[in-house]
């Protein structure tokens, strides 16, 4: 069965610090990877997602995510953090081949000290 | 405004008291979805429609209902609530599934305490 593990359950940072997020997923096929954010009292939303092609993937507000396929992981990175990046970050999966179902992960509080 | 909408966002009710809570997009989507969130557990899917009278369960169904009979609609029922079903539940819908790709807009969010 597919699964998704976020080690880090809350980060604590300061301004300008740089972030990565950790994000593995166990599955053998081909996957569809996403990061979406949640911040406080909004929906969630997505940060960016990789479908295929270059690993190095671009999103919002500067963030990015690289796909490593022989490590199954997807990490979120961010060269320096802000204050408004306060928020619960969930890596996604899906397989290429049963994309209604979507795995995400357990979640990452990061929490910045202004 | 394209939006997914979810009500009510808040609710206390009782053991075994049935309800419903009403997800509706007007984005013309194929696909919806309901998820629940859970300190520490993530999101977890409850169930997903992949068009109108296309229903499936996802990896927690136990003690819910769903059904499709418009495509802007997908509403949850908790035909006999328990404590263990006190959670957010969020409904989620994308336009369709395709080669793989499956890109979720949420709704806000719905708190339900069942006590």
């Known amino acids: 069965a597919q699964s998704v593990s976020q080690h880090n359950h809350h980060v604590i940072l300061s301004e300008a610090a740089s972030l990565e997020l950790g994000c593995n997923y166990s599955?053998?096929?081909?996957?569809?990877l996403f990061w979406y954010v949640q911040y406080p009292g909004q929906h969630l939303q997505l940060l960016l997602k990789?479908?295929?092609?270059?690993?190095l993937v671009k999103g919002i507000k500067g963030f990015e995510a690289e796909f490593i396929k022989s490590k199954f992981s997807f990490n979120l990175r961010k060269p320096s953090v802000q204050w408004s990046d306060t928020a619960e970050y969930f890596c996604?999966?899906?397989?290429?081949?049963?994309?209604?179902?979507?795995?995400f992960g357990s979640g990452t509080r990061l929490s910045i000290r202004p | 405004e394209a939006q997914v909408t979810q009500n009510p966002r808040y609710l206390i009710t009782v053991t075994g008291k049935k309800l419903t809570v009403t997800c509706s997009q007007n984005?013309?989507?194929?696909?919806m979805s309901w998820y629940r969130q859970d300190p520490g557990l993530g999101l977890r899917q409850i169930y997903y429609?992949?068009?109108?009278?296309?229903?499936d369960k996802g990896d927690v169904p136990e003690g819910y209902k769903v059904s499709r009979k418009e495509k802007r609609n997908f509403p949850l029922i908790l035909e006999s609530p328990s404590p263990n079903q006190t959670s957010l539940y969020f409904c989620?819908?994308?336009?369709?599934?395709?080669?793989?790709?499956?890109?979720?807009?949420f709704g806000a969010g719905s708190r339900l305490t069942v006590l």
């Open positions: 990789y479908f295929s092609g270059d690993p």
């Open positions: 996604a999966v899906n397989a290429y081949s049963s994309a209604s179902k979507i795995i």
């Open positions: 984005m013309n989507h194929e696909y």
């Open positions: 989620a819908s994308s336009l369709r599934v395709i080669s793989g790709a499956n890109v979720l807009t």
């Open positions: 599955y053998g096929g081909t996957v569809n």
């Open positions: 429609s992949m068009n109108v009278e296309v229903t």
